[in-house]
């Protein structure tokens, strides 16, 4: 045989099948984990003791991490495909006909009115139309029961003031 290419015997085989078993093993179970630490002993103890010179095991380091990396990219292609087991990739949509509202979307409150369930001072829980919210006073005290309305929206916040 070439100088470059080492005589692999049944134990090689073994360790290098093994080895990558595990590996594989742990890029679907994610973590540094014993998978991981298994796989990569037996993948260095096929090199050691296969190879008898260092071109020999250069070889066959780069042949392994050249397996090692075509694993990688196949088991991440078909996890952001969703083939193996859940994908990656979040598919559904959250939409606003379907009840989603986005936290910053809280335009459609300006107007609306609603009792405060505990005491504003300044801020506190006020209740519209059956769903809490909570809100800040416009800098007065407002006692739990007393019926307000928003008159601001400023990103998450909703300022309410006391109505008659």
């Given amino acids: ?24 093993l742990e890029i679907h179970i994610p973590g540094f984990g ?15 003791l296969t190879a008898q010179n260092f071109a ?3 070889v066959m380091a780069l042949g392994i991490a050249t397996v090692l990396g075509t694993m990688l ?15 990656l990739i979040l598919s559904e949509e959250q939409k606003k006909e379907h009840g989603y509202i986005s936290s910053s979307d809280l335009n459609y409150l300006l107007g609306k009115k609603g009792i405060a ?23 007065e005290y407002i006692s739990s029961g007393t019926k307000v309305e ?3 929206v400023s ?10």
Avoid: E, Y
């Avoid at 290419?5 to 594989?24: K, Q, R, Y």
């Avoid at 990219?73 to 994908?87: D, E, N, R, Y």
């Avoid at 990103?155 to 003031?161: A, C, E, N, R, W």
């Fill in 1 to 24: 045989m070439s100088t470059f290419l080492p005589d692999l015997s049944v134990l090689t085989i073994i360790l290098l099948l093994i080895g990558f078993a595990l590996v594989l």
């Fill in 34 to 48: 014993v998978p991981g630490i298994l796989g990569a002993i037996c993948l260095i103890l096929a090199v050691v």
């Fill in 56 to 58: 020999q095991g250069l």
């Fill in 73 to 87: 990219v196949i088991t991440l292609t078909f996890f952001s495909k969703g083939k193996l087991f859940k994908p």
């Fill in 117 to 139: 369930i505990t005491d504003l001072r300044p801020s506190g829980s006020v209740d519209i139309d059956g769903v809490k919210f909570d809100v800040i006073s416009d800098g």
């Fill in 150 to 152: 928003i008159f601001k």
């Fill in 155 to 164: 990103g998450v916040k909703l300022l309410v003031k006391k109505i008659n």
